[in-house]
DNA sequence: TATTATAGTGAACGAAAGGTCACTTGTCAA
DNA sequence: TTGACAAGTGACCTTTCGTTCACTATAATA
């Protein structure tokens, strides 16, 4: 039962410094989220950077054991409406999974303030979304399901307008279906713009 | 000499809001950095939240007069690298820009906690921008330059790719010259998938 | 010149913050 | 049964925070 107290103490800090922030969370309130007393919370963290500490290493963990292996991508799309749905796919969990959007939060929060919250951030809203897509829109291109351009640049295109729209999501989660709907009119203009003629 | 204080009591909270958010600044910080002891303060506004308040009224004025009044707009532009032209001149300023740059930070630090902060970084960073640029493609391909489609997704497809790339650069300064590479090497690819055919 | 308003100062205050510590309780191994 | 240890508690500490206030200096006004 102990163990499973510090990871309350994680989960909460999670959900309260993507609200407030760190310096805008105290500990009292914190513990008393979980019915302890703030001084329960030392038994388990030597500090409040402590938890921020282990925090950001479990987002940095998640994170490469999710994103960062090669055997983790998705597979890639054997048809441009497999390209929609996979994408619809990944946004509609990513936008839905709470523990993923206070992260996204708590980086949009902390990224100017922490180093290593930075260069999650960066990951997480740009340079990871754009390496997990180049390979595979450089596999479509081979197998002639997209006109052969700049995997790169391809994957910048179609990723950032649909980080914009769950950044969007983020602030206003009661906009989180129509949302959903423009990322998938956005996802199927792209396949429109860039599929090749005749492809499925 | 009064009013003076004040305003640079409104830049120096601007400074450091955006680098250690409202809660992470404490007022001895902010007045010393002025030559001030922290009661000198209390002389020009009634409280620290009074500064925050002013500050975001500051902010949504000058986003309003800047981008909110239709007079104000970019003209339209009469070639495809007039419109590469135009997005690098915006570009250029808002990254470099230093009071821009630390309103950007701002939004995204304190979006999540102050209900003001929310809308206006919704509008900085996704509907803004695409309700600026959404009449200026309308009118591209009323002229011919760009291929008919709708003009409100190509403004998403245009602006969204540079905004994560302002953003990268506000994560990261030291990055400012290669992501302007980038921005314009997208406002380049851009143009040739939607340019019309031999539009200048 | 006398008066008044303004900007700034330094001391002080109460509240809230993070943190420490002696102590109690419950659990489990020896 | 006993000893050891981990988890939780409440009292207390120190520091820092935002804020107030009596006071001074200065400059404009009457």
Not at 26 to 46: C, P, Q, W
Not at 56 to 78: C, H, K, W
Not at 146 to 166: F, G, K, N, V, W
Not at 177 to 194: D, G, I, N, Q
């Amino acid at each position: 039962m102990a163990k499973d107290t510090k990871e309350r103490i994680l989960e909460e800090a999670l959900e309260m410094f993507s609200q407030k922030g760190y310096a805008g969370t105290n500990i009292r309130e914190l513990t008393a989220a979980l019915g302890l007393v703030k001084s329960s919370m030392y038994k388990h963290f030597d500090s409040k950077e402590a938890i921020w500490d282990a925090l950001l290493d479990q987002m940095i963990a998640y994170y490469g054991q999710r994103f960062g292996s090669a055997e983790n991508l998705p597979p890639v799309p054997d048809s441009l409406e497999g390209l929609v749905r996979m994408t619809m796919g990944m946004v509609d969990f990513t936008v839905h999974d709470e523990k993923i959007v206070m992260t996204r939060k708590l980086l949009a929060i902390e990224q100017f303030r922490d180093e290593r919250a930075r260069a999650l951030a960066g990951k997480h809203f740009l340079t990871g979304l754009t390496q997990m897509f180049t390979p595979i829109f450089a596999a479509m291109m081979d197998r002639g399901l997209i006109r052969r351009d700049d995997p790169e640049m391809l994957a910048l295109a179609y990723t950032a307008p649909i980080s914009s729209l769950i950044h969007q999501c983020d602030r206003e989660p009661g906009q989180a279906e129509e949302v959903m709907k423009r990322v998938e009119a956005f996802s199927r203009h792209f396949v429109k713009v860039y599929g090749e003629e005749g492809a499925s």
